[in-house]
């Protein structure tokens, strides 16, 4: 069966500092990746998604990139992280683009920038 | 523009009965509507998705229900349990995006 992994799960970093959020997906192969932000009262919003290797599309202008260097990996990163950054990120992936097909996500890591 | 509502923001109810939340929508063309259930803290997780074709899909005590004339979805929980305590959230899938509702936060009281 499928599986995904997040980690951290929790992280508390200074404005300026780097950052970094993992996702591995397992037991698929070429599955879509999507990196979300979820803040408080309202809806999921999609950060990037990646559909193969190194293809990387952004749905927002932002602090954040994301990477895919492996099949089943997706890396949210920054370079210098502001206080607005901070957030719950949730990684998740699917087995088709925006199609019927179910979005699992992972368990999601709270970022605080202090 | 396309949008999302859910409703009530929160509700509280005791332990046993049922519940019903509510997920309007604008989203225009659509393709599916997925409902999800997030416990504090924790990743959601799927509970149902409906093409615009079907009207009701059940998953246990969760039923959920469309009415695309109305554009009106509703998620129904029957003989709530403590573990019913969490965040459900609506998702409306067109051809090039999804677009999630802010959610319900329900709680379910013993």
């Known amino acids: 069966s499928q599986t995904i992994h997040q980690w951290p799960a929790t992280l508390v970093q200074p404005v300026g500092s780097p950052l970094s959020l993992e996702c591995t997906v397992e037991?698929?192969?070429?599955?879509?990746l999507y990196w979300y932000r979820q803040a408080a009262g309202r809806g999921l919003q999609l950060l990037f998604y990646?559909?193969?290797?190194?293809?990387i599309s952004s749905e927002v202008p932002q602090n954040l990139s994301a990477s895919r260097p492996q099949d089943r990996q997706f890396i949210l990163s920054s370079k210098k992280l502001l206080l607005s950054d901070s957030g719950f990120y949730l990684c998740?992936?699917?087995?088709?683009?925006?199609?019927?097909?179910?979005?699992?996500f992972g368990e999601g890591s709270w970022l605080t920038v202090v | 523009k396309n949008q999302v509502e859910q409703s009530p923001q929160s509700l509280i109810i005791l332990e046993g009965k049922n519940c019903t939340l509510q997920?309007?929508?604008?989203?225009?063309?659509?393709?599916?509507l997925r409902w999800y259930k997030q416990d504090t803290g924790r990743g959601p997780v799927s509970l149902t998705i409906?093409?615009?074709s079907e009207n009701t899909k059940s998953n246990g005590r969760y039923t959920a229900t469309l009415d695309a004339d109305t554009k009106q979805s509703s998620l129904h929980i029957t003989a709530s349990q403590l573990s019913d305590s969490a965040s459900y959230i609506c998702g409306l899938g067109s051809n090039y995006q999804l677009i999630w509702g802010a959610g319900t936060k329900l709680i379910i009281k013993p």
């Open positions: 037991g698929t192969s070429n599955p879509n």
């Open positions: 990646s559909v193969g290797i190194g293809q």
């Open positions: 998740a992936w699917s087995a088709h683009l925006y199609s019927g097909n179910t979005i699992y």
């Open positions: 409906m093409t615009f």
């Open positions: 997920c309007n929508y604008t989203v225009s063309p659509f393709s599916n």
